[in-house]
């Protein structure tokens, strides 16, 4: 799978932009502020639907536009397939300043789930460096999105989790009369409990998979001097069930017993949106104990590992996006990485203040362009 062409069009700082790509390595250098992020975050765009970095997709329109337009050529098996994206303000009454946005797939409008089964993307950014050391909310994230892009499923019981949640969460907050609020509570725990097991369920087995990918990189990385363990850390589990009739019988079975602290402290106490997974070093929990060249091997390790489990369940590699990460790896991880993304012949985007960390062998397999205001240019 990789992007033949792509065309942006009032899409943040490029008013229009048309490119072609190496089907294995792209180099985007400039400075700060230049539009290296942006257009990898077109790019990925084009792919999910979505941006990774803003939640309201009405931001990636230039400033002084009302729409952006998005084209990208993906060949996937040997078949080029066309995907277009329009963002469009509206400003109408009936439409309340929200965003219209449309894509098609080979000329034909589809939903955003169809975009996201057809086509893979995966991001290394610095800020996922947070996945080791940052709050739980970040490991969620972390498994949340890496699942839902294998498993469409985990996906779709994920959100109806969230919103029974809410409306779980919304019965502690608000409900006056304590008998009503136990008989509610009643009402939306089996829902909660039958959603949340399968999350839980679903994470453990991932854990698993994505535990005996990172250990074989994690090996060769380091020259076989560390060994990595992933383990999940689920407040309702005592062990790591892969039973979901157990998971189910101890989700109720902790609910009930919290019951009463849940109504006092009006909210839901429980559950895999508090879970949070732990990354061992040779035994030692490296969010604590970890210097930050093994915090970020473990992470270097967890994406390369998700490249490999999205080829095995799609046939092909996901496109990479690595966003300014050079500078985070020392020159050992970069000569892994960069190597085995050639002889994988897995289509990456890199971009870098300047050339310094590519070696000539590298440079002469690679496309290189400079970005500057906006602009770009082939070097």
Do not use: C
Not at 52 to 65: A, F, H, L, P, Q
């Amino acid at each position: 799978m990789y992007f033949k062409k792509v065309r942006l069009k009032n899409y943040r700082n490029f008013s229009n932009l048309s490119i072609e790509f190496d089907s294995n390595l792209n180099i985007f250098i400039g400075d700060n502020a230049q539009g290296k992020t942006n257009l990898l975050e077109g790019l990925n765009l084009i792919v999910k639907g979505g941006s990774y970095r803003t939640k309201e997709d009405k931001e990636v329109i230039n400033w002084n536009s009302e729409s952006a337009y998005l084209f990208g050529e993906i060949n996937k098996d040997d078949e080029n397939i066309q995907v277009a994206l329009a963002l469009e303000k509206k400003s109408e009454d009936f439409y309340k300043n929200k965003l219209i946005k449309t894509i098609k797939i080979n000329q034909n409008i589809q939903k955003k789930t169809v975009l996201n089964k057809e086509f893979k993307g995966v991001v290394f950014s610095p800020e996922h460096l947070q996945i080791i050391k940052g709050a739980p909310s970040l490991r969620r994230k972390f498994l949340d999105e890496q699942i839902s892009q294998i498993y469409p499923l985990y996906y779709k019981y994920l959100s109806e989790y969230y919103r029974i949640l809410g409306h779980r969460n919304n019965i502690l907050k608000k409900e006056i009369n304590q008998k009503k609020k136990r008989e509610q509570l009643l009402i939306w725990d089996p829902r909660l409990i039958e959603r949340g097991s399968f999350l839980i369920l679903t994470r453990i087995k991932f854990i698993k998979k994505i535990n005996h990918l990172a250990h074989k990189f994690h090996q060769k990385i380091t020259k076989e001097k560390e060994n990595i363990e992933l383990t999940y850390q689920s407040n309702i589990l005592k062990d790591q069930e892969e039973n979901i009739s157990s998971i189910n019988k101890e989700f109720k079975d902790k609910l009930e017993e919290h019951r009463d602290k849940e109504i006092e402290q009006r909210a839901t106490l429980l559950g895999p949106h508090r879970d949070d997974f732990s990354v061992y070093i040779n035994g030692f929990n490296i969010s604590s104990y970890g210097s930050q060249g093994q915090q970020r091997t473990a992470v270097l390790s967890l994406k390369l590992s998700e490249l490999e489990l999205i080829k095995e369940k799609e046939g092909v590699y996901p496109i990479f996006f690595l966003d300014d990460v050079m500078s985070e790896l020392d020159k050992d991880r970069r000569h892994f990485l960069l190597g085995l993304i050639i002889d994988k012949k897995v289509q990456t985007f890199i971009t870098s203040i300047n050339l310094d960390y590519f070696n000539s062998n590298i440079k002469e397999k690679s496309r290189i362009f400079k970005i500057e205001e906006g602009k770009i240019i082939n070097l």
